[in-house]
């Protein structure tokens, strides 16, 4: 069972940092933390994905547990085009190549 | 752009039609992944080809049929279409046949289909 679990919705304020947790109490010791956002009438687009450590790119960063039993994306400042729904999914070894959605966060950004 | 295209954008058919959704995967992607998102399904993976055969099924009706041609391209076929099935349909490519395991996948913008 590949599943994770994630608040329905979250509000933030424009400019201020914004964590979006994700539990994934069930995760083994090969599955990587993916995520992706759906912006509105667009597809999903990748955001950030780790195995242990914590990760960093241009768009967020990642910050998994110790047990990795969660993880949290970090948008270190919000914009008003942050405002999405933004999946967290585990990917399991040699569980083929499609990706599990699940309902996500709807993330809404106020100014 | 993720460089994944999805033609048309836009389809309105009416029920017991078929369509044929076309999807060109990022250059040197060698799997496509179609998805389907309604509004009380959320997104569901529909089936997966690499390299012109087929990988993975998912909740795919046996009204809706796939292929991936030698260039690589793929189409969604679907047909009796019924109300239900107005959805946006989403493909995505990736290199390999499991690379989501380890590295992004690559979304088009969707075709939105509405049945009439």
């Known amino acids: 069972d590949a599943k994770t679990t994630q608040p329905n919705s979250m509000e933030s304020n424009e400019e201020e940092p914004v964590h979006l947790p994700c539990n994934h109490s069930?995760?083994?010791?090969?599955?990587?933390i993916h995520w992706y956002r759906q912006l509105p009438s667009q597809g999903p687009e990748y955001v950030i994905h780790g195995l242990t450590s914590n990760v960093n790119n241009r768009m967020a960063s990642l910050a998994i547990a110790e047990d990795r039993k969660s993880s949290t994306l970090i948008l270190h400042r919000a914009t008003l085009r942050d405002a999405a729904v933004y999946y967290c999914?585990?990917?399991?070894?040699?569980?083929?190549?499609?990706?599990?959605f699940g309902q996500g966060t709807e993330l809404s950004v106020k100014p | 752009d993720s460089g994944v295209t999805q033609t048309p954008k836009h389809l309105i058919t009416a029920t017991g039609q078929r369509v044929t959704l076309r999807c060109s995967p990022r250059s040197g992607d060698l799997s496509v992944y179609w998805y389907q998102q309604s509004l009380d399904q959320g997104l569901q993976f529909l089936i997966q080809?690499?390299?012109?055969?087929?990988?993975a099924k998912g909740n795919i009706l046996e009204r809706f049929s796939a292929q991936q041609f030698p260039d690589l391209h793929s189409e969604l076929n679907l047909s009796s279409l019924e109300l239900g099935d107005s959805a946006l349909y989403f493909c995505?490519?990736?290199?390999?046949?499991?690379?989501?395991?380890?590295?992004?996948?690559?979304f088009g913008n969707g075709t939105r289909l509405t049945v009439t």
């Open positions: 069930t995760i083994s010791g090969t599955d990587y």
């Open positions: 999914i585990r990917t399991i070894y040699n569980q083929g190549g499609k990706l599990i």
């Open positions: 080809y690499y390299n012109g055969e087929e990988r």
């Open positions: 995505a490519s990736s290199v390999g046949s499991t690379s989501s395991y380890n590295s992004p996948l690559h």
